[in-house]
């Protein structure tokens, strides 16, 4: 049974930062990341890595957060800073292991 567990939400000013983790059970993933609802909104996917380490941002996060991965730890971060009004969302951790699992989801609150 794979399990994704996130820690490092919550509630920041707007120019803060936070850094969410994600820690995956199981087998090695092909890539691992993360993706934000908003409410009344549509998931997004936020950032991504696969496991040869290339990296894909949403265009609204490019140059302010940055995913990184620990294969072998089965882990994934993302550190953002600059965060703005707009980044407030739920925060899920997504991995690729031959099928997709989430996690559970992390609130993101950024305040003006």
């Known amino acids: 049974q794979v399990q994704l567990v996130e820690s490092g939400g919550g509630l920041v000013q707007a120019g803060g930062s936070l850094r969410l983790s994600c820690a995956a059970s199981g087998s090695a993933f092909s890539s691992m990341g993360w993706y934000r609802q908003a409410p009344g909104e549509q998931r997004e996917l936020v950032a991504a890595?696969?496991?040869?380490?290339?990296?894909n941002y949403a265009d609204s996060v490019k140059g302010r957060f940055t995913i990184s991965g620990d294969n072998a730890e089965n882990t994934v971060n993302l550190q953002m800073n600059s965060l703005k009004p707009e980044d407030t969302a739920v925060y899920f951790c997504y991995a690729v292991m031959q099928k997709l699992y989430w996690g559970q989801g992390t609130q993101v609150t950024v305040s003006s």
């Open positions: 890595i696969t496991s040869s380490g290339r990296t």
